[in-house]
């Protein structure tokens, strides 16, 4: 059974991807594939970052999982291209890219259902130190902004960079932000943060970051003692609730002792 990690650092071949390096062959109107050395292979769907592009990657990974192919490692689902890490004593290249082939389209049912999310967050002070610029800088209040960012639904596009870092669509066009001129070495764990056109849940880890600090939550995205320890994962949608500081700090405490504190739902496709 291929490990299907949702991180990992062979998550560097996505570049190999996004920026067309390496050698690539177009085997199909859909797909073209790019050599990520002798054990990698990046499959890309398309040159949009879409949602319509990145429910195919999804779909392509399910699907290639169902078939249980001997030799792959893992599998890395990005915005719009599957990385694929593979024993090639197992399974020699052309080999992996016919068994792509063959299940390429994706059907329906690698296609349907998929999990909506509901996670509080603690907004502003100094769980998001960036809130009231953001919101000086589109002519907002920062309760505008706050209504804005939990006002929408997002979608998990990737996960990467770091454990647990979920990298979401959907920000809503009026909170559109270049991102910091002056990046942070640090910021707190489990930051909600916006970037660009993008929104983003940082993981309960220290990280840097040139993103703009909202809010925090108590959700932990990646918790090693979990028997899962990445709670999100590519396709999952997105909903913030904002929450007190006192209740943030009870479900902190819960979280601690092992609480996912997050609301989950199953959609059916």
Not at 97 to 108: K, Q, S, T, Y
Not at 112 to 123: A, D, E, K, Q
Not at 177 to 186: A, F
Request: aromatic share 8%; glycine share 8%.
């Amino acid at each position: 059974m291929p490990k299907r990690k949702l991180f990992s650092w062979a998550a560097v071949v996505v570049s190999v991807s996004e920026f067309h390096f390496g050698r690539s062959s177009r085997m199909s109107d859909a797909l073209t594939f790019l050599d990520a050395g002798d054990c990698g292979l990046t499959v890309e769907l398309g040159e949009a970052v879409d949602e319509a592009t990145n429910a195919l990657v999804i779909a392509l990974d399910k699907a290639l999982a169902a078939q249980d192919i001997p030799g792959i490692v893992e599998m890395v689902p990005t915005y719009r291209s599957l990385s694929i890490l593979f024993d090639p004593v197992v399974i020699p290249k052309q080999v992996l890219r016919e068994r792509v082939l063959a299940v390429w389209p994706p059907d329906a049912a690698a296609r349907g259902g998929f999990r909506r999310w509901t996670i509080p967050v603690l907004y502003g002070g100094e769980a998001g130190e960036d809130l009231e610029e953001v919101a000086r800088q589109h002519g907002l209040t920062p309760e505008e902004v706050i209504n804005l960012h939990a006002g929408a639904e997002y979608r998990v596009y990737m996960i990467g960079f770091a454990p647990g870092f979920a990298y979401l669509g959907g920000l809503p066009e009026k909170l559109h932000t270049s991102r910091r001129t002056d990046p942070r070495l640090q910021i707190p764990p489990s930051s909600i943060s916006i970037g660009g056109k993008q929104a983003a849940i940082c993981p309960p880890l220290p990280v840097p970051s040139g993103w703009h600090l909202l809010g925090r939550t108590p959700v932990r995205t990646y918790d090693p003692a979990r028997k899962e320890p990445f709670l999100l994962s590519a396709g999952d949608r997105i909903r913030f609730r904002p929450v007190s500081a006192q209740l943030y700090r009870e479900m902190a405490r819960a979280a601690e002792a092992g609480d996912v504190v997050a609301e989950v739902e199953t959609i059916d496709g």
